[in-house]
């Protein structure tokens, strides 16, 4: 059972506008999330977190939004660039393993000039 | 600064064989530390972490192996290789906070 869900595997994006990644989570026990972006052939790089008591966290042209009733956040770049192109995966942590992190499938962004 | 390193980078093996991956974190002490798997098109999967020397949890039931036999040093093995364990393996570390950041990852390739 997947705990936490990016249901668009992939995303293209003009360069300029905003990009909107989702992700939802079932765990009600989740208290943190996280968005990781990751090229082929690295390890993904933590881009932005949110505590379950705020509702938005921004840093630069990300932020990131949780609604903790509907178990939804997303991730908003604005504007997007050709370098944001890559997969990004939320994550999430709390409940049974406070230590652990469950990730997402993945959503692939693609930025076109 | 903290760093991370995993090698090799790139592995191919055949069926049967064995796998030894090391993974070293340098710039902290104690931290928890995690092997993921990613298979091609999919999330990432945890396959292990450890809070301390020789303290391993499995995530999920394989033919895959972690130990820990010095605080920043974590090593995923296996003793025969299957063609499912064919996946991008990434080493992960976490201090005090919970964000886990990540070595560059192992290509392996079983044949």
């Known amino acids: 059972d997947q705990q936490v869900k990016q249901n668009s595997p992939s995303l293209s994006v003009q360069e300029g506008r905003i990009s909107i990644l989702n992700c939802d989570y079932t765990?009600?026990?989740?208290?943190?999330f996280l968005w990781y972006k990751k090229y082929p052939a690295e390890g993904p790089t933590f881009l932005i977190s949110?505590?379950?008591?705020?509702d938005k966290n921004e840093d630069g042209r990300f932020t990131v939004f949780l609604n903790k009733s509907a178990k939804h956040l997303s991730l908003h770049i604005v504007p997007s660039q050709p370098g944001d192109s890559a997969v990004y995966f939320c994550?999430?942590?709390?409940?049974?393993?406070?230590?652990?992190?469950?990730f997402g499938s993945g959503t692939q962004l693609t930025v076109l000039p | 600064s903290q760093t991370i390193h995993q090698w090799p980078a790139t592995l191919v093996q055949p069926v049967g064989s064995p796998l030894s991956l090391e993974c070293t974190v340098e710039?902290?002490?104690?931290?928890?530390l995690y092997w993921y798997r990613q298979a091609a098109g999919r999330g990432l999967q945890l396959l292990f972490y450890?809070?301390?020397?020789?303290?391993i949890s499995s995530e999920v039931p394989q033919n895959l192996s972690a130990s820990r036999p010095q605080d920043r040093q974590f090593i995923l093995s296996s003793k025969k290789l299957l063609l499912s364990d064919s996946g991008f393996y990434l080493c992960?570390?976490?201090?005090?906070?919970?964000?886990?950041?990540f070595g560059p990852g192992t290509r392996l390739t079983v044949l």
């Open positions: 992960a570390w976490s201090g005090g906070l919970l964000e886990q950041f």
């Open positions: 765990n009600s026990m989740f208290d943190y």
């Open positions: 949110i505590s379950s008591i705020k």
């Open positions: 994550a999430a942590s709390g409940g049974r393993s406070a230590r652990q992190l469950t």
């Open positions: 710039g902290t002490s104690n931290p928890n």
């Open positions: 450890s809070i301390g020397i020789d303290q």
